[in-house]
């Protein structure tokens, strides 16, 4: 099943905003929120979609295959968790840096159409094809 790539910059779109939200306010509760939204991803079911899916009604141009945006869900998760771990240990360096790294890649793809993720997917799949696979 291939996916519709203009999903993806929304969703990283969104993740762009919640993650300088939490940047500013250092609310642990969204980065949790943000987490799970990375799990939801990983796992192929986003809560943006419905949304998406209300106010872009036209065909995609191209497709994509989904593993690679979904790798890149996985590498949000951990970035997420250090981050969450950060602000739980009260290691604000850790937590902000997570986040904001996290916030970097979200950022690329939103407003560049580079999902970083994807790429060291790509790269990791040509050193590893057998793991990935």
């Not at 919640?18 to 609310?27: E, F, I, N, P």
């Not at 929120?33 to 191209?62: D, I, M």
């Not at 593993?67 to 240990?89: D, E, K, S, T």
């Amino acid at each position: 099943m291939q996916i519709d790539p203009r999903f993806t910059r929304f969703a990283a779109s969104i993740t762009t905003v919640v993650l300088a939200v939490v940047l500013v306010t250092g609310s642990v509760w969204l980065l949790a929120a943000q987490a799970v939204v990375f799990a939801l991803g990983l796992a192929g079911v986003s809560p943006y979609k419905p949304l998406f899916r209300a106010l872009v009604t036209s065909p995609p141009g191209e497709l994509e295959d989904p593993a690679p945006p979904r790798f890149a869900q996985g590498v949000g998760l951990v970035f997420a968790i250090v981050g969450l771990v950060g602000f739980i240990a009260q290691i604000t360096p850790l937590a902000l840096a997570a986040t904001a790294a996290a916030l970097f890649a979200a950022f690329l793809n939103a407003a560049f159409g580079f999902c970083l993720g994807c790429e060291m997917y790509l790269i990791i799949r040509r050193i590893l094809p057998a793991a990935i696979r």
